[in-house]
């Protein structure tokens, strides 16, 4: 064990601070402090030393300078039981310093606030991350604190051991000062990369804050755990949960998707609903209401959508409530939900209802990783989007307006889908949805057969693909899959087109008398 007898707090963060440091020092501990921290521990009375005063040198360059100081460092990385060490503590006049306590200029903060360039520049800390690694490396003798919610902790040690710590909370406590400092560097690092417009850069940093430990992963077997990063972006990370059990692994996954794919329907256009299961949509629509967009994304697929993610693009209201309760959901998620809404909800106890401020933005740059064996899958965040003007007429027959939309929707849904994805549309709802399949003809037969049930389970007679449009997130490399589509009844094609065959694609699209669009743009998601 290590007793504390001398302290260095430097913090921006204030949280607990009085009371930590008048813990310190009824415990005998003489506290040095800077800047803003000895402002605050004087006014409450607490005698502290001003680390000018410690160093015989004054805070210059608007304090950029103040820490980085010898008699500091020297009192941080000494190794107590080392004689040259302790030889060189008295030449130089270095005293030890067993504990600090440090957290880092607000840099995250400054640039979730959309800080300027000068401003995040002087929220960079250098003194602090020094320090903070310095402590940590000698976590042998001196106890590192970057966090207010261990002060409590590290205080009861103290007095349950006569002001000393012990060394496995020296070193967890090391350990999360590395990680606090790394996860610093990281977004200051991707801030300055993307100040530079570099996309490969030779070096990655990604780092992130815990949000929860969660119960286990995708399985049982598997342990989990959710982390912010320094994105600014809406979703279920930003999220307010009102009700319900905590979010599971597969909860958050499932939600994200179901909040991405319902993002790309401005809540000032139309009301949208996206259901969601597994990971991919199962239904999607748009309509006048809330409750009628519901309606008719959960008529897409109302079997897959027992136990489903819900989400919206609009607050919910009262009847939208009372539909989405008649199954059983898993979670809603939406930019708001008004108190009749809520009251409705807090009859399922289960049910976990989420509230955003806002959508997420679909053409927001940003970035997509995934893990390979020993190595990190980095790629731009897919924000690609199709206007009418970007679709290229590639058959005899011109597609009609109402096909156009309806192309458009389905294309917009294709991006959320699991490759290989085909997506029925018709009237801005989908009505039949295959996804991730080896076979796009799978898929396609799937997406069929998912319209004919529907039509079945609605009491509809013909299938649901009758009419409408179909959407592919690749091209078609033979003819077999759009012929599909069009024995299934649909009456128009969207695809990004580029296949060797496009011809036969093209011919076969004729001589069925289907329209048919090249977008030059594909959307696989894996």
């Not at 320094?230 to 998707?257: F, P, W």
Request: overall charge negative.
């Amino acid at each position: 064990m290590r007793a504390i007898r001398r302290a260095l707090l430097s913090v921006s963060d204030k949280t607990g601070l009085i009371e930590f440091a008048r813990s310190l020092a009824a415990l005998g501990v003489d506290i040095i402090s800077t800047g803003g921290t000895a402002r605050s521990l004087s006014q409450a009375g607490l005698a502290i030393t001003d680390i000018s005063d410690w160093t015989g040198f004054p805070e210059i360059m608007d304090g950029r300078v103040k820490t980085l100081h010898p008699k500091v460092h020297g009192g941080l990385l000494a190794v107590r039981d080392n004689a040259s060490h302790q030889q060189a503590m008295e030449a130089n006049g270095i005293g030890a310093i067993d504990l600090l306590a440090v957290n880092l200029y607000p840099f995250e903060q400054t640039l979730a606030a959309g800080g300027s360039y000068e401003e995040l520049v002087e929220n960079i800390d250098i003194g602090g991350p020094a320090m903070t690694r310095a402590a940590a490396k000698n976590h042998a003798d001196v106890t590192t604190v970057v966090d207010p919610a261990d002060y409590a902790s590290v205080i009861a040690e103290m007095q349950a051991n006569g002001g000393a710590t012990l060394p496995e909370t020296r070193r967890r406590l090391a350990a999360k000062a590395f990680a606090r400092t790394a996860v610093y560097d990281s977004m200051v690092s991707t801030w300055l990369l993307d100040q530079a417009g570099e996309t490969a850069p030779a070096f990655r940093a990604i780092g992130g804050s815990l949000i929860q430990c969660l119960r286990y992963g995708e399985n049982p077997h598997q342990q989990a755990a959710f982390y912010r990063t320094g994105e600014k972006r809406e979703g279920v990370a930003t999220a307010r949960q009102h009700q319900g059990k905590e979010l599971s692994y597969n909860n958050i996954n499932d939600t994200d998707a179901a909040f991405e794919c319902v993002s790309e329907f401005a809540a000032a256009s139309t009301p949208a609903c996206v259901i969601v299961k597994h990971a991919n949509p199962c239904g999607v629509a748009t309509a006048g209401t809330l409750e009628e967009a519901y309606r008719l994304a959960l008529r897409c697929d109302p079997v897959s959508a027992f136990g489903g993610i819900v989400a919206f693009n609009q607050p919910i209201d009262e009847a939208t409530a009372v539909a989405v309760s008649e199954i059983f959901n898993e979670v809603i998620i939406a930019p708001g939900a008004d108190d009749a809404a809520l009251e409705v909800f807090s009859s399922r106890k289960n049910l976990r209802i989420l509230t955003t401020a806002g959508l997420a933005d679909p053409i927001q740059p940003g970035l997509a990783m995934k893990t390979v064996a020993g190595a990190l899958l980095v790629q731009s965040r897919d924000n690609g989007r199709i206007r009418l003007e970007d679709l290229k007429v590639v058959t005899k027959r011109q597609p009609t307006e109402q096909e156009l939309k309806d192309l458009l929707f389905a294309f917009r849904v294709a991006k959320h889908v699991k490759s290989n994805a085909i997506i029925y549309a018709r009237d801005g709802a989908t009505v039949g949805i295959g996804a991730g399949q080896m076979s796009r003809v799978d898929s396609s037969r799937i997406a069929a057969r998912k319209a004919a049930e529907a039509a079945q389970t609605a009491g509809l007679g013909d299938s649901l693909a009758i009419g409408s449009v179909v959407a592919s997130d690749a091209f078609f490399p033979f003819a077999d899959g759009l012929l599909q589509a069009a024995e299934a009844g649909a009456t128009a094609v969207i695809q990004p087109g580029g296949s060797m065959r496009d011809d036969e694609v093209i011919a076969a699209a004729d001589e069925k008398g289907l329209a048919m669009v090249f977008t030059g743009m594909r959307h696989f998601r894996h």
